[in-house]
């Protein structure tokens, strides 16, 4: 091709590499990066869905993380709105916080991306390609334990297929004096041993993070393993408790009207059982009203906690969530010990 001219997409080749996967091998599939308008998406899924099946969630995980930024959940809503129906049946959404490249907010405007670098990327190093960032999420978000758990919470409650970084369930940091993307790419810690118990060679071909509150010596996964309450325990809850929910993986999602600007309501049905799940973006407590348009919606069971809810007369809930506080609820439950569980 000549200069000047513009490329032309052979989206058909997807429809026959599809066709040759599924031959070789049916449990396999085509997963897409592809950071394109939410509008765009059909053109990797195909109209019936017969070209990729998965698709990273670019349009929503940027405007995910503007709202962390901001404390605003509206910007996400929208998101959400926008690419849930554009999913044909055979096809699915992955959704992600971080993955093994920078953190890419291509698609915000420059005020937008703007609040987003200095909330979470202050200096310059940390910055990548004057349109991301390279750092891991644990740092991001100040390894503020109430803003992680949002963020996974979040993650696991989001239409689609959730998708983990390596490392992210330890809470793994970054190493900025490498080379761009390597900063994000550093070892897994397992253990408190040399190099974080990855290799016994002399030298990792990336080095390990050794320092800081980050150090192999002070996040590993032995060490999180043996401690209940670490968050790579309480992650592990949350996983377990997701695939008993039907709801969030096959449901009709809907994006509900919270009352607050800070506060993300999303509702999910699924042959005749319904969820709600809550995330608060502020640091602020917010108190919500909530009136459900669901079977059994009077009536709502804390999967995560032991907040249950009874609706007044009018069939509104008030519901008080922390700074940084989540809910999944099970909607209409008469027998509190179904769903009942210690998390």
Known sequence: KGAGVKPVKDFAL????????????????????????????LDYFGDEGDRLQMMLNFPVNQRLFYSLATGDARPLARAIRETGDNVPRDAQWVNFLRSHDELDLGRLTKAQRGRVLEAFAPDPSMRLYQRGIRRRLAPMLGNDRRRMELAFSLLFALPGTPMLQYGDEIGLGEDLSLNEREATRTPMQWTAEPHGGFTKAKKAVLP??????????????????????????????????????????????????????????????????????????????????????LEGGERLVDLLAEEHSKADRRGVHELVLDGYGYRWYRVGVVDETLTRKRF
Not at 23 to 39: F, K, Q, S, T
């Open 14 to 41: 997807l429809e026959e590499m599809r066709r040759f996967l599924q031959w070789r091998a049916r449990d396999a599939i085509l997963l897409a990066e592809a950071n394109v308008l939410a509008g765009e998406s």
């Open 208 to 293: 390990v993070v050794e320092e800081g509150i980050f150090g192999y010596r002070k996040v590993n996964v032995d060490a999180q393993r043996r401690d209940p309450d670490s968050f790579m325990n309480w992650l592990v809850r949350l996983i377990r408790t997701r695939k008993e929910c039907t709801e969030l993986a096959w449901g009709k999602c809907e994006v509900l009207e919270s009352g607050s600007p800070s506060v993300l309501a999303l509702s999910y049905e699924f042959r005749g059982a319904a969820m709600v799940t809550l995330h608060n973006f502020a640091d602020a407590a917010q108190t919500l009203r909530l009136k459900l348009a």
